[in-house]
């Protein structure tokens, strides 16, 4: 059973923990975040901006209808520079708030991924989420912004310029800068006064919010344990020396599971004595924290240590990539578990949201600085740093090989593999960028070449066109076979970027590089050419090169590949009118492509559902949509859904089943306004006003469609023109039906709205069509017309008077365009198509004007 007020969406991780207190902070925040857009929580680390943040975020959930998403901006950190070494070239990017262009390059994407929007061909990156953004009622929060002020500063402004309807959370060290922007210190937790000060009970400390969180945190480790008399003054003193710090307090209470209150307390004193002889250059309230996370880690053992200082390399991980990173004589792999376990008690690793029943672990930001700085004083880090690259490549290559290949794994277990490279992609990057950093060009090409059906399942090409671009233009010694493969993705992610000239250079250097060797991609060369030529209208040249694909890709026995070289040829050969041999070569790819990878096989069904609708076999066309639909929803693939969806649509229509089709068609056009696709977005408006069309709205299609008109127009003349000749029928419908003026009003009216206004507007129940002469009435000569509104009905009478629109405006106090748009729904409803026939039914309903 589904429930009546379905969540809103969002991307929102669930609590670890308790939230504990705050409660007038958080009143006061969502006043202030009713009145103005940009907000930044700002304050040391461990001052718990980003539970502050999420809890904020949770309680106004409901109040924004496309969702509240987050978005950790750690992992830009991560793929400038790694998260412990400054950059030691020029292709790592200084920490720091500059507005470098590739540090925005890898910020937009990030937030782009979180909330399903992707890169659109032949457009900044910047512009599709702004645009997407556009009409969306949501909440933003941008998490860890410090050392990308200026570039999140603005991208923000850029965001709150287009975006009437976003409000930003930012949390940071500093503020952000932004017009408009509130800044809102967060401070410490309440405390009590000192033990000596005041004589307060025990019951009185505990409504102190410090003292709360303390006892909550030291119950969880140690069951059983409460404030009372024998403990107050030591829980008191804890408090107030970590200065009322939630992540300090929180890494304290851990420790009760070993020693007691009175022993934190006087161990904690005796660190503060040594801090208060050294350097207080930094703010109070960092020196508690740093203090506090120092003071844990020399609690540990030296195994404990060890461990924990090898984990800063990572940026999110699981127990195996732990074990495989980690271990060595020094620390056997069957110690990690354990020692893991005790790091996790002692509140220095966090537990992360599980991965296909796989638990996932994460350092918070100011433990990972300091077991880095560990690792970097004891020279561990740069050996920590390759064994972290070649697990990530080990890990990417194991995919790779297991997902593209028929038999074993099971679909399941490949979707499961895709999650995973997406969960794993801040540590991909980072391994990437350590490969740019050391000119390791032949084990970065190769884990591109390994993440290529990633990235274009994802959608993610921009970002991996970046990479392989600053990869092949290393001067290192690279194997031939290495080259012409990574040549043969950047080929294929240029050609879905839409540089045809770039992929057809790439195509050919792939089958150049591969030429001397048996370990190339001369069929991913010679795909990629026919795909051009498909492009440039040269089905003939496309044909000779999908051959030569699928022959190379035999000789190799790559079945993957060949399989979608089948494809490419079916392409050509439906270019050239010959559909059955199309069909034909649909059906080979299914075969080869069957237990191998579903994006591919739901790839071909989608290319057989085309060529059935082609063939006008309606029933086969939605099955094969359906399959391919089914396939492309296990990993979430939102442009490939809406286009199945569209195709459900269109040969619902054709078959006249608008119940079907007004299913498809408007989740397409959500799926694709979520996406940002300009192309998509068009043709999904102009289904839309051939839904309208078929449900005897004419009004609403000839507005639907002129909206969808100034999207093609901005993409390029190919599908404007198509788009044009259906629009040319339509208009010609309009006509007949409304009469010239009111067409040419109802198109510029469609013409002006935005494709969000347009979709509301198709989001409005569609009228049930009238059948030819029954004069609006339904089956038993009931009558139909109770639809009109007051103020049609009004104009209906002025009409049926002989009065024109222009006459109807000075009568109504309205324009005439307006008395013209009421003419046209008057019509639209009542299924007539002239003045005349509007008198006829306003007679025989009784509804003359007296």
């Avoid at 200065?243 to 304290?252: F, K, Y």
């Avoid at 053992?301 to 090898?310: Q, S």
């Avoid at 309205?814 to 509007?838: D, E, P, Y």
């Amino acid at each position: 059973m589904t429930s009546d007020n379905p969540a809103p969406p969002g991307n929102l991780p669930a609590e670890p923990n308790s939230f504990i207190g705050r409660e007038r902070d958080l009143a006061e925040l969502v006043a202030i975040l009713g009145r103005v857009r940009a907000l930044t929580l700002c304050g040391p680390g461990g001052i718990g901006k980003t539970r502050l943040a999420l809890r904020l975020a949770a309680m106004l959930a409901t109040s924004y209808p496309d969702g509240v998403w987050i978005v950790d901006l750690a992992d830009v950190e991560v793929a400038a520079a790694g998260p412990t070494e400054p950059a030691e070239t020029a292709d790592d990017q200084p920490p720091g708030g500059g507005s470098d262009p590739a540090l925005n390059d890898r910020l937009v994407p990030l937030l782009t991924a979180a909330l399903g929007i992707r890169h659109e061909p032949d457009r900044l990156l910047a512009d599709t989420l702004t645009e997407a953004l556009r009409p969306r009622s949501a909440l933003l929060i941008l998490d860890t912004c410090e050392h990308l002020v200026q570039a999140c500063a603005e991208l923000v402004q850029r965001l709150l310029a287009g975006c009437p309807g976003l409000r930003v959370i930012g949390t940071s060290r500093e503020p952000l800068g932004v017009r408009g922007e509130i800044i809102w210190r967060v401070p410490p937790l309440g405390l009590p006064p000192a033990a000596g000060e005041d004589t307060a009970a025990a019951g009185d400390a505990a409504l102190y919010e410090a003292v709360q969180l303390f006892v909550e945190r030291a119950a969880a480790v140690r069951p059983g344990f409460a404030l009372d008399e024998s403990n107050l003054a030591a829980v008191i003193d804890i408090c107030r020396t970590l200065d009322g710090v939630p992540l300090a307090i929180e890494l304290a209470a851990a420790w009760v599971r070993t020693l007691s209150p009175e022993q934190i307390s006087s161990r904690l004193a005796d660190r503060f004595e040594l801090l208060a002889l050294g350097n207080r250059a930094a703010p109070p309230r960092q020196q508690t924290l740093r203090a506090t996370v120092e003071w844990s880690y020399d609690l540990l053992t030296r195994a404990e240590r060890l461990l924990l200082c090898r984990l800063s390399v990572f940026h999110g991980w699981g127990l195996r990539m732990a074990e495989l990173v980690c271990a060595d004589e020094q620390m056997p792999a069957d110690e990690v578990l354990d020692l893991l376990r005790a790091l996790i008690d002692k509140s220095l690793v966090s537990l992360d949201a599980e991965l296909n029943g796989t638990a996932r672990y994460r350092l918070l930001d100011t433990v990972r600085e300091l077991a880095a700085e560990q690792a970097i004083a004891a020279g561990e880090m740069p050996g920590m740093r390759l064994a972290h690259r070649d697990c990530t490549l080990a890990l990417a290559e194991t995919i790779a090989s297991q997902a593209f290949v028929r038999g074993e794994p099971s679909w399941t277990e490949r979707v499961a593999m895709y999650h995973r490279v997406r969960a794993d992609r801040a540590n991909l990057q980072l391994a990437l960028g350590y490969c740019v950093q050391r000119g390791d060009a032949e084990e970065g090409l190769r884990m591109c070449d390994a993440l290529s059906g990633s990235w274009l399942a994802s959608g993610d090409v921009a970002e991996g066109a970046g990479w392989l671009d600053r990869l092949l233009a290393i001067d290192a010694a690279v194997s031939p076979g290495v080259r012409s493969r990574a040549l043969a993705v950047r080929a294929e992610l240029a050609f879905e970027q839409l540089d045809y000239d770039g992929a057809v250079e790439y195509a050919r250097a792939c089958l150049e590089s591969g030429a001397a060797c048996k370990d190339g991609n001369p069929a991913g060369g010679f795909r990629l050419l026919a795909l051009t030529e498909l492009m440039s209208g040269r089905p003939a040249e496309a044909l000779a090169h999908a051959d030569a694909a699928v022959a190379s890709a035999r000789q190799l026995a790559d079945e993957w590949e060949e399989g979608i070289s089948l494809a490419t040829r079916a392409a050509a050969l439906a270019g050239q009118g010959q559909l059955a041999e199309a069909e034909d070569a649909l059906q080979q790819a299914l075969e080869v492509l069957t237990d191998n990878n579903g994006w591919g096989v739901a790839n071909v069904l989608y290319g057989l559902g085309r060529v059935a609708r082609a063939r006008r076999d309606n029933d086969g066309a939605a099955r094969y949509f359906q399959a391919a639909l089914d396939l492309f929803r296990q990993i979430d693939a939102r442009p490939e859904m809406a286009r199945c969806l569209a195709g459900m649509g269109w040969v619902a229509l054709a078959q006249g089943d608008l119940a079907v089709a007004s299913a498809c068609l408007p989740e397409s056009m959500q799926l694709s306004l979520a996406a940002g696709h300009r192309l998509a977005i068009a043709r999904g408006l102009q289904a839309l006003a051939a839904l309208a069309e078929a449900s005897g709205d004419l009004a609403r299609a000839v507005r639907l469609a002129g909206a969808a008109q100034p999207v093609f127009e901005a993409i390029g003349p190919l599908p404007s023109a198509a788009a044009g000749r259906r629009l040319d029928r339509l208009l010609g419908s309009a006509d007949s039906a409304l009469g010239a003026a009111v067409a040419t009003s109802l198109l510029a009216e469609g013409r002006a709205m935005s494709p969000h206004q347009a979709v509301q507007l198709a989001s409005v129940p569609l009228p049930e069509p009238v059948a030819p002469g029954t004069n609006g009435h339904g089956p038993g000569g009931h009558r139909t017309g109770g639809q009109l509104t007051d103020r049609e009905m009004e104009v209906a009478r002025l009409a049926a008077r002989g009065i024109t629109n222009r006459g109807i405006g000075q009568e109504l106090f309205i324009s005439q365009a307006t008395a013209a748009r009421h003419i046209a729904n008057i019509f639209t409803k009542l299924g007539v198509s002239s003045r005349a026939q509007l008198v006829a039914w306003m007679a025989d309903n009784g509804t003359e004007d007296n």
